[in-house]
Every structure is written in C-alpha cells, then in structure tokens.
C-alpha cells in the first residue's frame, strides 16, 4: 500500500481534492437535509458504486506497471467516482433549484470517464496480446531447446550444462566448493514392464517431489534422462555433498508410493553418487560423476575385485 500510494501519489492526491471541492462546493451552496429526507437505497447504491469504483481503481494501480493505458485507465475510473460521489452528496445536502452547475458536476464527467476507460481497455487488450504472443515465442523457444522436462517439472540436462558452467566460473571467481549429485532408480524398467509405463512416470514425479523436498532454496535439481537426477550444489564441499546423496537414497527407500491400480506400496530402491568440482570443465566433471554412479551400480562383489 505505501508504494501504491507513493508510485501514484499526483493522481491520487487530484481525486482527493476533486472529491473535497465538490464536497466543499455543495456544503457552500446548499443545506444539509433532514434524516427524514435521506432515501437510503440512493445512498447506499450511489455510495456503493463510488466505493467500488475506488476499489478497482486501487486494484488497476496496484496490478498494472505505471505508464500511459494505467494513466488512461486511472482517469476514467477517476472521473466515474467523481460522477458518483457528486450524486451521492446530492441525498445528504439539497441545493437551490436556481442552481444548475450540480447536474453539470454529476453527468458530466461520467461519459468522459466511461470514454477514457474504454480507450484505457482497448490499449490493454492490445497490450496483452502483444505480452501473449512474447509469452507464446518464450515457450516455443524453451521446448525448442527442451530445456523443461515434460514428465516432471524439472529442467533437462541442457540446463543443467548452462547453468554448471555459469556456477563453475562463479565459484571459481569466489573461490567456493561446488559439488554435484546424482541419483538413479534401480530396476527402473521392471517397474515399467509391471506397473506400466504411465505408473512409472507417476514414481517419476513423487520421486521429484521427494528429493526437491530435501533439499535446499539454493540446490537444483534436474532430472538427467529417464529414472536419473542431478543435483548442484553451490557452496557445498564434498563430505556434506556424500551426506546429502545418502539423505536422499534413503528418503527414496522410505517413500511409500502407492500403485494407482491396486494400491499396493512399490518399493524404490536408488543408487548415488557425488562429487566436487576440482578445477575441470562441466563435461569433464559430469563425466567423472557419471563414472562414480556407475561406480556405485556394481555389484559389492565387483569393487573387491
Ligand atoms: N515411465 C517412464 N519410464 C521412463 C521414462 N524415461 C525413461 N524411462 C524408462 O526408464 C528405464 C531406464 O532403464 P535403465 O537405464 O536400464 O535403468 P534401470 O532399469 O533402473 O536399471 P539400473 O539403473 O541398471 O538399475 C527404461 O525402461 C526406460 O524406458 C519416462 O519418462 N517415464
């Protein structure tokens, strides 16, 4: 509210002093009626349209960025309260009926107001379309590059490269840790071939909901390709990454999702690894990451070997 009234502040204070004229103008002019005169339907729908109208103007300013459509849609709404307020004064004072100026105050500045609107939506109908079609172009333009999953509503691994790169080079600047970690589901496609490949992306999307919820504000999470997340962890060293992988491995172990058919719990079982940044390119870092998953999918047996 304070920065509405601060951002508006000339055309606010003008419509204060209007509606304060044409009070002082009536009061000047004419005599306070008798309660017995006051006819409160006509007080009551004149002061509620006045009201209503003060509330969409406050609605129009606080919604919409300053400039020539709010300026035009700020006048109409303003001249329509005027009409309005001046039409309600008409049911508290009475005025001589030598006196014609009242009938000019009241009818007035309602066309004009009910003018500048019109012109005020025409130029905001206009305004949106041209906003749509931006907004049209934009999401063309991200699944173009299918930087958004269309499973869950992750990124994708293109995204997950442009934004590795920019927080390499970041903490590189900074000097800070930064470190990743990956997560993929075990036995993926059996789940698939038994419950069904709509059951798995159903999984895919709890999965998501889990491991975003815990993690931290500043963590992204993409998911990699098919039942394989990664996550970035900025400012973050290795021990706490290898922390956070085991947290989430055993969240998803824990999660008891439920078959849509027959409601029985599938159990999720997932392998993790981690790994920090030591100087190297996103590619070269991704692959090491890669190989310590790949690491972490053999066997017990195998690492022995
Ligand atoms: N439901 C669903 N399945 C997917 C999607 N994307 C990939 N998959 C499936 O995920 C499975 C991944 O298979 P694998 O890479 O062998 O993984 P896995 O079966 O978990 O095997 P391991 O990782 O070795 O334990 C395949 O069956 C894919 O068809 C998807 O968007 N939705």
Redesign the pocket.
Known sequence: MPSLLKLHRLKLAALLLAANLGLLLHLAAGDLKPLADWVWLDILGEGGSALLCLLWLGLVLKSRPAGRVTNLLALGLGCVFFSWWVDWLDEFIKLPDAIGWDHWLESGPMPVGLILLTLGIYHWHREQLAISAQMEKRERLFREHRLFDQ?TPLNTAGYLRLQLEQSLAEARDEQQALSLVIL???????L?RLHG?AE??RV?QALTQLLLLNLRRQDLLCRLA??RFVVLLPNTGERQARQLAEELRLAVSHLAHKAQAHGERLQLQASVASVMALGEDADSLLRRLNLALARA?QPPYAHSA
Request: proline share 0%; glycine share 12%.
């Open positions: 499973v993929d589901l075990d036995d993926f496609s059996s698939n490949h798995g992306d895919l098919g039942d999918k």
